[in-house]
C-alpha cells in the first residue's frame, strides 16, 4: 500500500504539470523502494501508458490540448522510444544513472529560460518550421525515454514552448497525448528485454492513473506562475532522487 499511496500523491502532480512521469516513477523504485534499475526503467514506462492515457483523456475534456501536433510528434517519438530500449540494455546501471538524472536537470533549467523569454513568429514561418521540428522532437525524446527511462516530458514540452509556440497550458497537456505512443512502444521493447514486473506495475498504475485523472483538472485553472513552478521542479526533485 506503500507504494499506491506514493503513486497516487505523484499522479496528482503529473496530471497537474503534465506528462507520465516516468522520471520521477523512475527515481522514487531505484532510491525508494530499492528496485534494480532495469526493471525500474521497464515498469516505470510501462506504467507510463497508463498514466498518460488517464490525463489525456482529462485534458481533453478540459479543452487544453492541440490534438493533431501531439498524434503527428507521437508517431515519431514511437519509432525513438522502441529504439531506445534496444540499447539501454547494453548501458551500465551507474551510467544509465548519471545521464537520467543530468537529463531531468538540464530540461529544467531549459524550460525555465524558455518561459521567460516571450518570441513570436508569423503565421507561415510556423507551419514551414512544424514538418522539421515535430519529427525531430518525437524521434529525439522518444530516444531518450527509451534509453534513459525519463519520459521526456520536460523536453517535450520544452520542444513545444520553443518551436511550435504553445502556451503553457497546451504544452503540459499536448505532452500526454505524446506520450502514449511514445510509452506504449517503449514498454514493448522493455517487455521484450524481459525488463517489466507485473506486481509492481499494478501498484503504480492503480496509484497514478487515479491521481493524474484529477490533477489533470485542476491545469487549466491554475495561475500561469503556479503551472510554470511544477513544470519546472518536477525533473529536479526526479533527478536529485535519482542521485540520492
Known sequence: MTIFFTMLS???ILGFAGGGGSGF?????????NIPIHTALGTSTTS?????LSGTASHMREGNMVVKTGLIIGAFGAFG???GTLVTGLLPENLLIWISASLLFLSSFL???RTRIVKQETSDQKVKFFWITAPAIGLITGFLSGCFGIGSTPLIQLGLLIFLNMTLQQAAATSMLILIPVSLFGA???YQAGFIDWFLLVQIVAGTMTGSYIGAKFTKRA???ILRTAMILLPVFGGLLLLW
Open 111 to 113: 524550460i525555465w529560460v
Open 188 to 190: 514493448i521493447g522493455f
Open 223 to 225: 495561475s500561469v506562475l
Open 10 to 12: 505523484l499522479g496528482l
Open 48 to 52: 507510463m501508458v497508463f498514466t498518460v
Open 25 to 33: 516513477v523512475l527515481a522514487l523504485l531505484i532510491s525508494v523502494f
Open 81 to 83: 522510444s522502441y529504439t
